[in-house]
């Protein structure tokens, strides 16, 4: 078993004809992901490396039972996708579009709240449920079936843990990227939730960054309902404040934000916070061989 | 993106936001000539906060006051930032002051209006100490705001009979506002009662940059440097900060990492440059331009994990036109070989493990 994405999942990638869309839908085949349609207005009747291309999504669903949608299509119409898949209740609807305005995310998830749909980004890398399915952009092979979550806000961030997890005989059970926008859809907690109830994930790593008060909200979760071993690692602990790093959501804004903040509100939850990188994988381990010992027996 | 008072002022007239927009010079004597009804205020235009405490807001109750003023404050540096323009405007006789705000929050996903009978204040400040003083409503966005939204957010700050009226007119265009210019931010503190009508005596606005397509006529940003404007034409997401280490990286998230990293073993990053997922040799090759351009650079680390991006493209990017300055360079990841072959054969060495390849960046940049 794994989360948001496995081997039931029957994938319609929105943008299929672009540049990116292509790309990554051979990619995603040889991760053995179940690509069953595509849609690019204008363009249907095409097939795209043997996958068929349809005018618009619900189309595409009563022709080939998509369960699920990737969107790689511009920034400024990226909106119109989201919606359009969100309208077909496809679930989830992973956006990897980067440079969305704030506003149309705004709707996107809005909408999708009220259609019971999730909704993964905008400006993330996708989910990958290994050895199973990849939807998205994450580079499958650094990634090892197994057992640990891992959740992020910052794709770069999470092949170089999930490689360092992968080298440490740490394998994943799902990695779900956030994205790293202002306003995205699913939250750490929303992930958390998913992780926590899931038998085949023993362990969970959270990968944050400065800005917003998602992290300081996954602490608060952790700390009341996980009991599965976490570990965390926050990057920009030495951002300046109220500069953009990168990520359109990745900013300090007066106190609110910080990486100190956050770290704090995690390790008070129990959930440890590597400072290196490299650290997350051993930190990991500590924390599993932890809560595998045996009580210590009274008297 | 955030704009200067007189520009926020200029939005919020087109609005029909009740505000005087006043006057804007650049030259202390332009001021003297300008006919206006005294007492004015002498306002400094900056995009950072906390400008009345120093000492970038003046009553002036005469044309030669009013000079006197704008010559101290014209060139004065608040909190960093050079002082090039004032704003003078009529002074207003004022009553009570409120606040009210539409900003977006992460948290909810959506707008939130923000009101408080408390205004005039930083609204952080009556956050902290006297949180019951706020009033929050979260907008759904499918709704917008209705005066009846605004009217009922009034009347819990106890603004009651025509005032009530005027103040769900200004929420509803305030919120109008936001969503029609793809706002992040827009707040008018204080929003002053002055006779028996509202006033917005101070304006912010802080846009959207990625909705910047969609409003042509928005004026470019002037919180960017001309290093960081030539980034963002080529698509490089590049931050000047104070350092004197050079960092390129792939990803918001591992470039920030890199620059932690650095701080851990002493060193000071010169600035964030993110050459995205999947960049070219070009783009590598215009990164290392960029960078090498801030002076005071006495070390680069790049620092490169492949995973979109290919370690390949990113050496033939460097080999093009090599680094001026010593460089510490980490290359691993998807076709990693390749990368570290084409390096080698230019002379150039790299490693694959970040942590030492930062200590090298840090002693390069002590021993330069």
């Known amino acids: 078993m794994a989360v948001l994405v496995g081997r039931d999942t029957r994938l319609l990638v929105q943008g299929i004809t672009g540049y990116q869309g292509m790309f990554h839908t051979d990619l995603m085949l040889q991760a053995g992901t179940r690509v069953v349609a595509g849609v690019t207005p204008g363009r249907g009747g095409s097939h795209v490396h043997g996958v068929p291309v349809f ?174 071993p976490v570990a965390a690692y926050i990057a920009g602990r030495t951002a300046p404040e109220g500069k953009r790093m990168g990520h359109a959501g990745a900013v300090i804004s007066g106190t609110e934000g910080t990486a100190a903040h956050k770290i704090q509100a995690l390790e008070a939850a129990g959930a440890p916070v590597a400072t290196l990188v490299s650290g997350v994988p051993a930190l990991l381990q500590e924390r599993l061989r932890a809560s595998r010992a045996p009580r210590a027996m009274p008297g | 993106m955030k704009l200067h008072e007189y520009q926020a002022k200029e939005v919020f007239a087109r609005y029909g936001l009740p505000v005087q927009q006043g006057v804007v010079v650049d030259r202390p004597e332009q001021v003297a000539r300008l006919d206006l009804r005294y007492p004015v205020v002498v306002k400094a235009q900056v995009l950072v906060g906390g400008r009345g405490k120093a000492g970038g807001v003046k009553l002036a109750q005469t044309p030669a006051e009013a000079e006197t003023h704008a010559r101290a404050i014209l060139g004065m540096e608040i909190k960093g930032e050079r002082v090039g323009r004032v704003l003078v405007v009529p002074a207003a006789e004022i009553g009570a002051e409120y606040y009210l705000a539409f900003v977006t929050d ?13 205004g ?58 936001y969503w029609t210019e793809d706002a992040e931010l827009a707040e008018i503190n204080p929003l002053a009662v002055v006779g028996s009508s509202f006033l917005c005596i101070d304006a912010k606005l802080v846009l959207d940059d990625n909705a910047s397509y969609r409003h042509p006529h928005h004026l470019p940003s002037e919180e960017l440097t001309a290093l960081e404007r030539e980034a963002r034409a080529s698509g490089l997401a590049y931050v000047e900060l104070d350092g004197d280490i050079a960092v390129i990286g792939n990803g918001a998230g591992l470039v920030m990492s890199t620059l932690d990293l650095l701080a851990h073993f002493g ?102």
């Open chain 2, 120 to 177: 005039g204040v930083e609204i952080e400040a009556v956050a902290r100490t006297t949180p019951e003083k706020i009033a929050t409503v979260a907008i759904d966005p499918f709704l917008g705001c209705p005066p009846f939204l605004a009217r009922a957010l009034g009347r819990r700050l106890g603004i009651a009979g025509p005032m009530l009226e005027q103040f769900a007119g200004i929420g509803a265009n305030l919120y109008r506002l």
């Open chain 1, 55 to 228: 005018e618009a999504v619900d189309e595409a669903v009563r022709e080939t039972g998509a369960n699920a949608s990737v969107i790689f299509v511009p920034a400024r119409f990226a909106r119109d996708a989201a919606l359009e898949a969100v309208a077909s209740r496809l679930d989830p609807v992973v956006i990897i579009t980067e440079g969305m305005p704030v506003r149309d995310a705004i709707e996107v998830v809005t909408y999708a709240a009220r259609q019971g749909v999730r909704v993964l980004g905008p400006n993330g890398p996708g989910v990958t449920t290994p050895g199973q399915c990849r939807v998205g952009i994450m580079p499958t092979h650094l990634f090892a079936p197994g057992r640990v979550g891992v959740v992020s806000r910052s794709g770069s961030l999470t092949y170089e843990i999930v490689a360092g997890l992968t080298r440490a005989g740490l394998g994943q059970s799902t990695a779900v990227g956030l994205g790293g926008d202002p306003v995205v859809g699913m939250s750490f907690v929303d992930a958390l939730k998913l992780f926590n109830a899931d038998p085949e994930t023993h362990a969970i790593v959270l990968i944050g960054e400065i800005g917003g008060r998602a992290e300081e909200d996954a602490a608060e979760y952790i700390a009341a309902h996980v009991r599965k």
């Open chain 2, 267 to 368: 060193g000071r990053a010169a600035n964030f440059l993110d050459i995205g997922g999947g960049a070219t040799a070009e783009g590598m090759r215009k990164a290392l331009d960029i960078v090498q351009r801030k002076p005071g650079v006495r070390s680069i680390f790049i620092n490169i994990f492949g995973g979109i991006t290919r370690c390949d493209d990113v050496a033939r990017g460097i080999v093009q036109d090599p680094p001026r300055v010593p460089a510490s360079i980490r290359l691993t990841g998807t076709n990693e070989e390749e990368g570290q072959r084409i390096l080698r054969a230019a002379g150039i060495a790299a490693g694959l493990d970040a942590e030492e390849a930062a200590r090298a960046a840090v002693s390069l940049a002590r021993s330069a």
């Open chain 2, 106 to 118: 992460r948290a909810a996903r959506c707008a939130v209006a923000v009101a408080s009978a408390a």
